[in-house]
């Protein structure tokens, strides 16, 4: 190959750009999402120990550990489909050609998991601008803590989950891309 073969070929196209800039976000969230895991087993070591050795349970630790829990598991979304650990049933799926899988996922993509993830992320959205407004609280637990937080995590959470939807289609398209080319050689 000539240098500017080369040289074209590791130029980044825009589809390249797009795709680590999205992927930057999820590794963003997915990075916070496991640093939320160190107070959340804080929280549960100092129940646990709270409730055991001191016979004085706390009323605060069930509606904290909801919280940073639940905000910790939908910030991890994004991070998880970029890394490929959604479920996936691979009987079938791992018998087809490259191509088919290609065209299948695109499919997938655009008749599944955009229409629902769009559809809970307006919901979310909603959701979150009335808990706000509302300054809405836990309905478990006494502490009666503030859920609104967790309501606007939810929805910057399946929006980043949609950006990495996004990202996987232009992946997916790349791959359709390569095997066209691959087929014409």
Same mark, same amino acid.
Not at 41 to 45: P, Q
Not at 107 to 117: D, E, G, N, R, V
């Given at each position: 190959?000539?240098?500017? =073969? ?34 959340l ?5 100092y129940? @646990? ?13 069930? =509606? ?38 290609? @065209?299948?996922?695109l ?11 769009l559809? =809970?992320?307006?919901?979310? @959205? ?7 407004a ?16 967790t ?5 910057i959470?399946?929006?980043?989950? @949609? ?6 289609v ?16």
């Open positions: 190959m000539d240098e500017q =073969g080369a040289l074209m070929q590791s130029t980044p196209t825009w589809m390249d750009k797009v795709i680590r800039g999205i992927e930057l976000i999820s590794e963003g969230a997915g990075r916070f999402a496991s640093y939320l895991l160190v107070p087993v804080l929280v549960f070591l129940e @646990i120990i709270a409730r055991n050795v001191f016979n004085s349970p706390t009323t605060w630790a069930y =509606g904290t550990c909801y919280i940073i829990g639940g905000c910790a598991a939908v910030l991890s979304f994004g991070y998880a489909m970029k890394n490929g650990a959604m479920v996936r049933i691979d009987a079938f799926y791992a018998k087809l050609p490259e191509k088919v899988k290609c @065209i299948l996922d499919c997938l993509f655009a008749l599944l998991f955009f229409p629902l993830t559809c =809970g992320t307006v919901v979310c @959205i909603r959701e979150a601008i009335t808990s706000v509302a300054m809405e609280l836990i309905s478990t637990g006494s502490w009666q803590a503030p859920i609104w937080p309501k606007i995590v939810m929805a959470s399946l929006m980043i989950l @949609i950006l990495q939807g996004v990202a996987e232009l992946k997916l398209v790349q791959r359709l891309q390569a095997v066209k080319k691959e087929e014409r050689v």
